[in-house]
């Protein structure tokens, strides 16, 4: 007889991305852009790289998440000495069995906060393509499965570049998204104050009053749930011609991969839920056009001694995309 998969409804992806949302905002201020995507990543089975100053809750964020779905965390603070063995795990010889086992490495958690991962050299950071893409670790030859969900939320600074390295191109466009973490505003710090004031501690989330809205199984039941979304023809044909004109643009040297066109379907098609539409309409794909595409376009040398940035390129590609009717 055969089995047939019980698919959830969008309704139900809209509804627990609110409740996790909500959540959230209890212990998160001033970030709302911030924990959209990362939430939108998460249902997505996405990864994320932030880049931010230091002090602004990127650790918090990470931590309350897993604590909401009810799943581990993990944190690597990234140095110039951090070792790939470091993060996946090593074979170690035990004395009293007289054998070898495997000491397994930060990595296997369902929450991964890789912090300020460009201070680690490449051959480090590599280490984490194969964990973020087919979601394993090969140590001495032995495949190992990590548990689903895997979510691997990643910091740098943007000022600070001595004794850093450039991420190499084929782990960056692993990250789904990239989000920008900027100050909160005056009113949202004020409040964030009067928590700490009022007793909140962020090192004992255990006393906060978070909710968990569900947990490890029940979140991994919410897969697929966007397939019944529609996508117009004329979306898709504006969707790849937003990711073409960055291959084609004057002043960017290298343009968004084919794995930046389904991060930007997938995250349309999320965005379009969460909107309480069944369908995708332009301003989705726009909306999330800056965090799937400004981490995945390499500008040229000119265009980045004249100051501009890959946001302002993202800002133009979409200027010149004809918008579907």
Excluded: W
Aim: proline share 5%; aromatic share 8%.
């Amino acid at each position: 007889m055969e089995r047939k998969t019980v698919k959830k409804n969008p309704e139900d992806f809209r509804n627990l991305f609110q409740k996790i949302t909500v959540e959230l905002k209890k212990v998160i201020k001033g970030q709302d852009e911030v924990i959209q995507f990362i939430v939108l990543a998460l249902l997505n089975g996405g990864h994320v790289l932030i880049e931010g100053l230091p002090g602004l809750g990127k650790t918090l964020l990470a931590n309350a998440l897993s604590r909401i779905i009810g799943v581990d965390f993990k944190r690597i603070q990234f140095t110039p000495d951090l070792m790939p063995s470091d993060i996946i795990g090593t074979t170690v010889y035990d004395n009293v069995k007289n054998d070898f086992y495997v000491r397994k490495g930060p990595v296997f958690t369902n929450f991964l906060l890789a912090d300020e991962i460009n201070r680690a050299p490449a051959k480090t950071q590599s280490a984490l393509l194969e964990v973020m893409q087919e979601k394993q670790v090969t140590i001495d030859g032995v495949v190992h499965k990590l548990e689903e969900p895997f979510i691997t939320i990643a910091t740098q600074n943007p000022i600070e570049y001595e004794g850093t390295y450039p991420l190499p191109e084929a782990q960056i466009d692993r990250f789904m998204f990239k989000v920008l973490v900027s100050y909160p505003a005056y009113e949202e710090e004020k409040n964030m104050l009067c928590m700490f004031r009022d007793g909140f501690d962020s090192e004992r989330l255990e006393d906060s009053n978070l909710q968990m809205v569900c947990n490890q199984q029940e979140f991994m039941s919410y897969k697929n749930s966007l397939d019944v979304v529609n996508v117009d023809e004329k979306i898709m044909d504006y969707l790849l011609q937003i990711v073409d004109a960055t291959r084609k643009t004057p002043g960017i040297a290298v343009g968004a991969s084919p794995r930046a066109s389904i991060a930007l379907l997938k995250s349309s098609r999320a965005l379009a839920v969460i909107n309480n539409r069944d369908f995708i309409v332009p301003d989705d794909v726009r909306n999330c056009a800056f965090p799937v595409l400004r981490h995945r376009i390499i500008l040229e040398t000119d265009a980045e001694i004249e100051g501009k940035t890959a946001d302002d390129f993202v800002q133009l590609v979409l200027s010149k995309a004809a918008v579907p009717r």
